[in-house]
């Protein structure tokens, strides 16, 4: 089974902190996506990787950054959180030889104080 | 850009009873589209993912059909049962990008 980890589940930060979620996956694929998600508004893609070192900008990347230096690991950095960013962060990957099928992760929920 | 919408937002149903789940999107140049269930404060789990040349997708009690050029899909799910209580959402793939609707919730009463 493709296994998609999130480093942590829950995590409580201030405003104006640097903060990394991070996301590893085991099964070689090459794409790797970062959502977020909100109540009534669904899932938003706010960065993608198609490749190692590769990225593209999603829907809202505005504040996000994101690193992949390593197949299996894709970052998310928020620069300097702010209370806006609260919510639930959800890491996907996908390879397009088995269909571009995207598996998730469990998801980390942020709270930005 | 693509849209997706899905009604209604949340369905509550007796034990037993047909769910009948509605996906509607904007732009039909889709790859494919996906149905995902994700339970309370959890990550989404893949049910069933339709290619564009497709009509149906059956897996079990769950059957989603695609009617590409009017841009809907409908997920069914046959005689309900309380694990079924859910968060139901569909995706639509153009290109890497995957376009979400805000879900529909489910509840089974038993």
């Known amino acids: 089974d493709v296994k998609v980890t999130q480093s942590s589940r829950y995590l409580v930060k201030r405003t104006g902190e640097k903060v990394f979620l991070e996301c590893v996956q085991d099964?070689?694929?090459?794409?790797m996506f970062w959502y977020r998600q909100d109540p009534g508004l669904g899932l938003r893609l706010i960065y993608f990787?198609?490749?190692?070192?590769?990225?593209e900008k999603g829907d809202i990347p505005e504040g996000y950054s994101v690193s992949r230096e390593k197949k299996e690991r894709f970052s998310l950095i928020l620069e300097s959180a702010s209370t806006n960013q609260t919510s639930m962060y959800l890491c996907a990957s996908s390879s397009w030889a088995s269909g571009n099928i995207q598996y998730f992760g469990a998801g980390t929920r942020l709270s930005v104080l | 850009k693509q849209e997706v919408t899905q009604i209604p937002a949340a369905l509550s149903v007796p034990e037993g009873e047909n769910l009948v789940l509605n996906c509607s999107f904007t732009?039909?140049?889709?790859?494919?589209l996906q149905w995902f269930r994700q339970d309370p404060g959890k990550g989404l789990t893949s049910l069933l993912l339709?290619?564009?040349?497709?009509r149906e997708q059956t897996s079990g009690r769950l059957n989603a059909s695609l009617d590409k050029s009017s841009g809907r899909s409908t997920l069914y799910i046959a005689a309900s049962q309380p694990g079924d209580s859910a968060t139901y959402l569909c995706?639509?793939?153009?290109?890497?990008?995957?376009?979400f609707g805000a879900g529909t919730t489910v509840t089974v009463r038993a």
């Open positions: 339709i290619q564009s040349s497709q």
């Open positions: 099964m070689d694929h090459e794409n």
């Open positions: 990787s198609y490749d190692v070192k590769m990225k």
């Open positions: 732009d039909s140049a889709i790859y494919n």
């Open positions: 995706a639509v793939r153009n290109d890497y990008k995957l376009s």
